[in-house]
Every structure is written in C-alpha cells, then in structure tokens.
C-alpha cells in the first residue's frame, strides 16, 4: 500500500484530548486520514488507541478539534456523527445476539438505498446465514456482521477497531480481505494489532504512546524499521510473522478440536446467544 499525501484529508485531528472517569487518556492528539486508502492507529497495549476512537465518534468526553471534510464535528453527539457519515465498527463487535442476522443488518440501514449488494458480495456467508440468530455465530461470523453493518451505509469514513483480535489465523485473512475490499468504497481509520494486517492494507501509520502522537507517516516505511518498531511497539513485525507462522498450525489444530467440540456439545444444549445491549449498539453503528 502507498501513503496518500496530497488531497485534502477526510478526517483531520488537531489538539484532541479526552477523559474518562477523570482520568485523561488522550492528550493533545493530533493527526489526519487521507480521503483514500487506511490509516493504521497503532501503539502497545493500553496507550489510548481505543480512547481516540470513541474520543472521535463522541462516546467519551473530548476536546479539541475534529474536522470531517472540512467541517468542524467536534462538538456534535455521537448519533449526529452517524448521520453525517461517521461509521463505527467497535473492538468487541456488539452484535444484537437475540435478533437474526438479516435482523442485525436492517437495524443499522439508514439510508435510503442501502448497499446491500457491496455486502453480499463481501460477506456471502452472512447471506446463507441470513436467518440464523446473531448470538449463535462464531466469534468471526459476528465481527463480519459489524463491519456489514457499518458497509450497508455510505459513510465517509470509517473508524474500526481491531477487527481481527482472537480471531483464528483463516478468519484473520478473510477479515483483511473483506477491509482491503471496503477501502476501494471508503477510507478507514483502523486500530490493528496484527502488524502483518497492518503491512498488507495500510498506507500510512499513526503511532501512540501514552496517549500521545509520537509517530506520523509512510505505514512500510515505519514497520520496516525494526529500532523504531521495537521502541513503540515492543516488537518488529519480522519477529511477529515468524511467530504467528509458528502459531498458525497450533491455532488450526485448537480451531478443529473446537468444532468437534462443538459439534457433539450441540446434541446435549443449544448455544447462548450473547448479550445485547441496545443502549450502545445504535443502528447506525
């Protein structure tokens, strides 16, 4: 992927700073995502990649200034950002567990001609699964369901947060191939801790550290150098590949006991839907 420089950015961040429970955990961010391609927001564990996101789209308190296409949206609520074309795909998908999955898909149209044929063709499983309760999905199937939700509408950008997280090295490839499909239709600011995720689809990198910017520019460029890499992720994503190639086959074993498991568990009792929690999973996320 190459960084795009030169048109005006779709998202711009400058001085953004964010609490929760009086505690500050995003201090005087500042950055922008180009108007194509991803942006990656990465950073060790627990130094405010999350906080930012929910900072942006106004789930926590913020200050500062954010501009979408050159309008100012800092001082908008979250359900207004929908509006205006802020799509949202969060860290622990929040599908609606008792509701099927076409179900999951209408609650979050809202406009007039949704895409539901860009969906289909990025999610056919979704489709042969139409009927089934969201609840009852796999970890992965569920994470396909909320970045649908979010493609069905025709944002102006998208803020998604580690898509990928827990899921089976096979679903993390399905997972990269269903976003690097989507950005071709939007750009998208993206929390990833896959660094081989990252190489593939991102452009340009966003580094944090302690709820900070500490690093701008070129996503190859900065993953390439294994000091800088080292020193603000903890890692170099050479050392990272070797390890989740040496993981893959441990993953695929544990993924095909799971479902033998799973196979023979279902005779004796019926799946937990999971939770739903309608006061954060709006329709428009």
Known sequence: MTSHTTARPILDVAGLNARIGGQQVVEDVSFTVPASGITALLGRNGVGKTSTIKALIGLIDRTGRVELDGQRIDKDPTWKLIRRGVGYVPEDREVFGKLTVAENLRLAERDAHPRRELVEQLFPDLVKRSGQMAGTLSGGQQQMVSLARALLNDNKVLLIDEPTKGLAPKIVQEVAEALEQAAATVPILLVEQNLQVVRRLAGDAVVLSGGRVVHTG????????????????????????????????????????????????????????????????????
């Open 218 to 285: 070129n996503a190859l460029d900065f993953l390439d150098d294994e000091d800088l890499t080292r020193r603000l992720l903890g890692v170099h994503a050479d050392a990272e590949q070797e390890a989740q190639e040496a993981e893959a086959p441990v993953a695929a074993g544990a993924t095909a006991v799971s479902s033998s498991v799973a196979a023979s568990s279902t005779q004796a009792a019926a799946p937990a839907p999971a939770a739903a929690d309608p006061a954060r999973k709006g329709a428009g996320l």
